[in-house]
RNA sequence: GGGCGGGUAGCUCAGCGGUAGAGCGCUGGCUUUACACGCCGGAUGUCGCAGGUUCGACCCCUGUCCCGCCCA
């Protein structure tokens, strides 16, 4: 085995082993009774390529399935990708732009044809990222949501609800995006705030005598489309205007003044509003409400269309000021200030957002919304972290009915045909070939597509086979959890529990486990005109700050955004291996809403596997002329380390078992990472060196024993956050007969089962640790030399730790590197400088010790005064507790009692360190 | 306007009723045959601010100021 682990060649190699076994398959064996655990992917758009998102739901998600398959559930992790409608073919239209072409030029059918060429490159690559990742999906299943049986369960899915009233045709304001000239849902639409806007004021003249009334807008040129001006009913200022009209400047418009006291605000403005129900959303409402005309004055392209007189043509911020000239030309200007104000913005293509009238489909969502609100209050459906509960019963309880249909081109075409002949609207599973209404064959299919998020409503049912009874549908549905960032609650999991309990009649899953946004190290969100979009695989594979340079610069990153990238990754990255990342997404806390990934981190995990390659090196070595093998039964040592190491794995495991049940693997990686370094390694392998080195049969024995039975578990353990690493040792590890193939499909390690807790055995430990502890800080801050022999002095009326002392005196000397430990006559130690020349002094619970020939005496007060200080700070605090009467009275037993003892612990020590340095 | 997070060591964050923790960074010492991607020491915090509850508060409550996000 090298000195170095390294992942590059290791991680494809197991990859491949597993993948090529047949490790990742669920079952559907008709004898198959085990139980099931079921985890649909979140589908990555095939917009391009894997990101750190991605690779953070690909990790946590894999966790959780390596975790289930080892505790023996029949595993199905379901893979798969989404068309994407909107966002596909913005970068679809983006290529085409770059030859100069756009998809009018090719046509609808043709344009079709090269998305999908692009879905075949994009998804292939994307999927194979997430192999690189370890991802365990059972890969023969996978489905993307335009598949033919995905089309199936989307037409199965459209109709019913129409037959059942729940999907219906409508005439409506919705949010129109200029740019990719379709409609949007509300969620689709981000409110951008604070924005710096203008306040434009001008004057409506009175139509039928002199004078005018001034309303404010920021939007001027949708004057073109005022049906009205309102003010409020009981506002007294304008109560002449009553009944009154006022002349629209440009396109000679008799406007009707109305009363509103929904829409007015007297106090705001002049207390007067122009009312345009064709392009603001209250305005609408107020239309309605006073059945104003609708006048629509805008293109579908956002340009200005026959509605608006003169200004026909122009662009809608053109006209915007043209339209506030021409007041001014014709003295209807009345001033305009600064106004700060919330703009609507294309979640895809960042245009803001046009509200328009148009006829478009719905889906009705207070009957769907009503089971789903309920699933979570029942707890059929546990959302972790549980804040998020809220967030997601406020947007339920206040939904609105969800816009559908789509202006695009690649999606699910909406299965709904148009008669020529008569009125009827044929919606149908098949491709319609007659109206359903005349018989007439002169239809036409709806032009538009299905939102995206249509098919991924279904995704947990239709990727098993819905709408046909499979049985997979049957054995694997409902699945079990679902793990997906926060950022798509409303869009995807709210829709997928409503989908699911309304086709299926039951939750699509039990547990929503939600995770933060992966940013940079900032805390920013990666975007590629920053240059701080982190590649998972070059964190994989490693990247030069030369190519990460280069590669912004392709995506097209500003200079600001190349100037962070060198300045801080100069050296780029090692090949620090999937496993590393992977550890790294898993110890950030899933309560935070931002993972501000951190390449040193990655790197500090990454020095973690290489630990624990090194630590399998020694052990593997230790244990080469041996017959020792693993046993997966744990061994009965008697030697203190042996039965310490023990009880440490067992506290390691179960922690590890709570996170991994509670979704803190963070706490579960945490546990399991400091028990290997700061235990495994840094105590016990250096323990069962002398040990091993005793010639003592029976204690060489059980070490060996403990030894390659504390590894191999932990290897197991930890196998489900590092796959690759744990195997390549694993495989190397003598283990008993019949063992596994795989790591993967070995059994996961309980406390229970494969540790032994034993509380003495960690109690007698810590006077070891306290004791080799105190020794090397005084060589430390003595400076001795190691080659230099330290003896050590000491006594104990403790009985327990007599005994400890007296039998550990070998461990103690080797980790301590201390020679010659004597037990003291104590009369000495109460004055150690007229008893050991130069001596040092420490004081642990119960014990204490001098430590001759190593003193400066300088350097020894002065470690003595700053150990006496914190001695007094501490007893201080313990001292004024245990002299407040209501604490002794009111503070539980086991409290106070834990108090006293500290503080006649702490008294003691005082005492002897002031015995200490008076004897200086 | 409503809601949700967050403000803890230089940095990134964990802890959330019994006298503050991790990783990185900083610092002193180690060519210790598992590992320098290492080992052994050390330093570093009025836990945003102000009140309150409590024997006791970083942790609970109220108010307040910043920062971020979501919804309207």
């Not at 959780?64 to 199905?76: A, F, I, V």
């Not at 732009?97 to 999908?116: A, C, H, N, P, S």
């Not at 194979?128 to 949501?145: N, V």
């Not at 310490?644 to 506290?651: E, F, G, I, K, T």
Request: glycine content about 6%; hydrophobic content about 40%.
């Amino acid at each position: 085995m090298p000195k170095q682990y390294s992942p590059t060649e290791s991680e494809s190699r197991w990859y491949e082993f597993w993948e090529t076994s047949g490790f990742f398959a669920a079952s559907e064996e008709p004898g198959d009774t085990r139980q099931t655990y079921t985890l649909a992917i979140p589908p990555p758009n095939v917009t391009g390529s894997l990101h750190m998102g991605h690779a953070c739901r690909t990790t946590f998600e894999d966790v959780l399935c390596r975790h289930k398959r080892m505790q023996g559930y029949n595993t199905l992790w379901v893979p798969g990708i989404d068309h994407a409608g909107i966002a596909t073919q913005v970068v679809v239209e983006r290529q085409l732009k770059q030859e100069g072409l756009t998809r009018y030029d090719l046509g609808r059918e043709k344009f079709i044809e090269r998305v999908w060429q692009w879905k075949e490159q994009s998804g292939e690559r994307i999927l194979q990222q997430l192999r690189k990742m370890g991802a365990s999906c059972d890969w023969p299943r996978t489905k993307f949501t335009m598949d033919p049986d995905m089309v199936r369960a989307v037409r199965e899915a459209f109709v019913r609800l129409y037959e059942e009233g729940l999907i219906y045709r409508d005439t409506r304001l919705v949010n129109w995006d200029v740019e990719s000239q379709t409609v949007l849902s509300d969620l689709e639409v981000e409110q951008e705030e604070n924005v710096e806007g203008v306040m434009f004021d001008f004057a409506y003249p009175l139509a039928d005598a002199g004078g005018e009334v001034v309303v404010s807008t920021t939007r001027p040129e949708t004057m073109l489309g005022d049906t009205a001006v309102a003010i409020h009913p009981d506002d007294a200022r304008y109560r002449h205007l009553h009944g009154k009209y006022v002349r629209h400047p440009f396109v000679g418009r008799l406007i009707p003044v109305i009363l509103d006291a929904e829409l007015v605000d007297p106090e705001f403005g002049t207390g007067v509003v122009k009312v345009t129900p064709a392009h603001d959303p209250s305005d609408f409402a107020t239309g309605k409400r006073h059945g104003l005309e609708e006048i629509n004055i805008f293109n579908l392209d956002g340009t200005m269309n026959e509605n608006s007189g003169s200004f026909q043509g122009l662009d809608r911020f053109d006209a915007r000021k043209a339209v506030e000239i021409e007041l001014g030309n014709l003295g209807l200007a009345r001033g305009s200030n600064k106004h700060m104000m919330t703009l609507p913005r294309s979640h895809r293509s960042g245009t803001i957002v046009e509200p328009m009238i148009s006829t478009q489909w719905f889906v009705k969502m207070k009957p769907l919304a009503a089971p789903a609100i309920q699933a979570v209050e029942d707890g059929t459906i546990q959302i972790l972290p549980p804040e998020w509960s809220k967030t997601y019963f406020h947007w339920l309880r206040n939904i609105q009915d969800w816009c559908i249909s789509r202006q695009l081109w690649w999606g699910h075409p909406i299965p709904a045909w148009y008669c020529e002949d008569c009125e009827h609207v044929t919606v149908s599973r098949e491709d319609a070939t007659a109206c359903g209404g005349c018989g007439g064959t002169s239809i036409r299919q709806d032009d538009d597509v299905l939102d995206t998020w249509f098919s991924s409503g279904l995704w947990p049912f239709s990727t098993l086979g819905w709408p046909e009874k499979t049985v997979a549908l049957e054995r694997f549905y409902p699945t079990q959890d679902m793990e997906t960032g926060y950022d798509i609650l409303f869009f995807w999991v709210a829709r997928m529990i409503m989908m699911g309990l309304h086709f299926m009649g039951e939750v699509p899953f039990t547990r929503v486990l939600l995770a933060g946004l992966v940013t940079d190290e900032r805390g920013e969100k990666m975007s590629k005109v920053k240059g701080n979009v982190v590649d998972p695989l070059d964190v994989i594979y490693g990247a030069t700050n030369e190519q990460l340079v280069a590669k912004a610069e392709k995506a097209g990153a500003k200079k600001s955004g190349i100037k962070y990238l060198k300045s801080t990754y100069p050296d780029g990255f090692a090949a620090y291996g999937a496993d590393a990342l992977r550890m790294t997404l898993l110890s950030y806390s899933p309560q935070s809403r931002r993972i501000a990934l951190s390449i040193k981190r990655i790197e500090g995990y990454r020095n973690f596997a290489n630990k624990l390659w090194n630590a399998s090196r020694y052990a593997l070595m230790r244990l080469g002329g041996s017959s020792t093998k693993a046993t997966q039964q744990c061994p009965q040592p008697k030697a203190l380390a042996n039965r310490w190491v023990l009880s440490r794995l067992y506290q390691a495991l179960d922690v590890a078992a709570t996170g991994l049940d509670a979704y803190r693997l963070d706490e579960a990686s945490g546990a399991l990472y400091h028990f290997v370094w700061d235990e495994f390694c840094d105590w016990y392998l250096e323990l069962s060196k002398p040990a091993l080195d005793s010639g003592d049969t029976a204690l060489i024995e059980e070490t060996e024993a403990t030894l390659v039975h504390v590894l191999e578990t932990v290897l197991r353990a930890l196998h489900p956050m590092m796959p690759h690493i744990t195997e390549e040792i694993w495989q190397r590890v003598p283990k008993w007969d019949e063992a596994p193939k795989s790591i993967m499909i070995s059994r996961f390690p309980t406390g229970l089962v494969d540790a032994k807790l034993d509380r003495a055995a960690e109690r007698d430990f810590e006077v070891v640790q306290a004791f080799v502890g105190s020794v090397r800080t005084i060589r430390a801050e003595h400076d001795v030399p190691r080659s230099q022999p330290m003896r050590i002095h000491w006594h104990t009326n403790d009985e327990d730790k007599h005994r400890v002392l007296d039998a550990e005196r070998r461990t103690i000397e080797a980790l301590g590197r201390c020679e010659l430990c004597f037990e003291a006559d104590p009369a000495k130690l109460d004055d150690p400088n007229a008893h050991f020349k130069n001596a040092a002094v420490f004081v642990n619970p119960g014990i204490r010790a001098a430590v001759p020939d190593v003193i400066d005496t300088d350097k020894e007060r002065d470690r003595l005064q700053r150990n006496l200080k914190k001695v007094e700070k501490e007893l201080g605090v313990l001292e004024k507790k245990l002299a407040n009467p209501s604490f002794v009275e009111r503070a539980p037993e086991a409290v106070v009692d834990k108090s006293r003892r500290d503080s006649l612990e702490l008294r003691e020590k005082r005492e002897r360190l002031e015995a200490a340095l008076n004897s200086l």
